[in-house]
């Protein structure tokens, strides 16, 4: 792992990508289901999380920065309720873009440091009183790179009224390479608490892996390694976040998203050994990045157009 500026603490710290589906990938998905409104595989109980009631999603607004034209990742703000980060996909630059769901244009912010040669995907969280943002530079579509990288950022202040680009430094930088080989990956989360960061490959297939690599604490020399840890039945996974309390996991595919929630006690090992509770999503056009809201449960969309549309699945309210 090469580090940035600081590591984080509990204290303050190739083949084309897929723009056109081909024949069999649009069997395989629509052998799995078809687009919905709500959820499809009612909610189980179990001495897990409680299940969540999904009412109709919604499109809640079109993006007003026209610069946001391939939003390939999505993270809300641990900072402020309402608050949403994005990026675009390859040959987009390393930035970031900041927006609200009334879609304001909040502001531009550039990681210096960085590069960009295929961010996928990104997520938040928080480590002791200090929010992160983490930039999957992980596409691989011809499944050739040797290794991969990770940029982790603190998560900028948002205090001007107008939108403005501001640069931003590196907190931390993981170079990693997959233990059984080169893949094509768009989807990453961490869970804050056991300091892991997890990948899941994309395959033109029925099945994939999950990955996960520690984040250290401290400074160190050469790559990580990220070894599997499961397999799950879920085809061509665009997406993925986890809920801040570390108990749910939402994996997305371009038409369903597949949720897996974790026991008191329980590895997300044993977890993604079970088999998922599968959400239809709403249809949208190249529909990449998906994130829980700030509390842990209500699921937002972009995709990959313009004028990019933000949707909500919200939770449904008891009658």
Not at 54 to 59: D, H, M, Q, W
Not at 99 to 126: C, H, I, P, Y
Not at 139 to 167: H, M, Q, W
Not at 283 to 309: C, F, H, M, N, W
Request: hydrophobic share 35%; net charge positive.
């Amino acid at each position: 792992m090469s580090v940035g500026n600081v590591g984080l603490s509990s204290s303050p710290l190739p083949v084309v990508k897929m723009r056109k589906h081909c024949p069999l990938i649009l069997a395989m998905l629509l052998a799995v289901g078809r687009p919905g409104a709500a959820a499809e595989d009612p909610p189980q109980k179990n001495d897990g999380p409680q299940p969540v009631a999904y009412a109709k999603a919604r499109l809640l607004c079109q993006l007003a920065n026209q610069k946001i034209d391939e939003s390939s990742g999505l993270a809300c703000s641990r900072r402020k309720d309402g608050v949403f980060w994005t990026h675009n996909d390859s040959g987009g630059g390393p930035r970031i873009y900041a927006f609200n769901t009334k879609g304001e244009d909040l502001g531009t912010f550039d990681v210096a440091g960085a590069k960009a040669q295929d961010w996928e995907d990104m997520a938040s969280f928080r480590v002791g009183r200090k929010c992160y943002l983490i930039l999957a530079d992980v596409g691989d579509n011809a499944a050739r790179r040797k290794s991969c990288t990770l940029y982790i950022v603190e998560e900028p202040v948002l205090f001007r009224k107008k939108p403005v680009t501001v640069r931003i430094k590196v907190a931390m930088t993981i170079q990693f390479s997959y233990e059984d080989g080169p893949h094509d990956c768009e989807a990453v989360a961490v869970d804050a608490k056991n300091r892991m960061i997890y990948l899941v490959s994309k395959v033109a297939g029925l099945t994939c892996k999950v990955y996960e690599l520690p984040i250290s604490k401290g400074r160190a020399r050469g790559s990580v390694i990220a070894r599997p840890v499961a397999t799950l039945k879920v085809p061509v996974t665009t997406g993925m976040d986890m809920s801040a309390d570390g108990t749910r996991c939402v994996v997305l595919t371009y038409l369903s998203a597949y949720e897996f929630t974790r026991k008191p006690g329980e590895t997300w090992k044993d977890a993604f050994s079970r088999r998922p509770r599968t959400l239809a999503m709403p249809l949208r056009r190249q529909g990449e990045s998906i994130s829980y809201g700030a509390d842990g449960k209500t699921l937002y969309l972009t995709s990959e157009k313009v004028p990019t549309p933000l949707w909500e699945i919200p939770v449904q309210e008891a009658k």
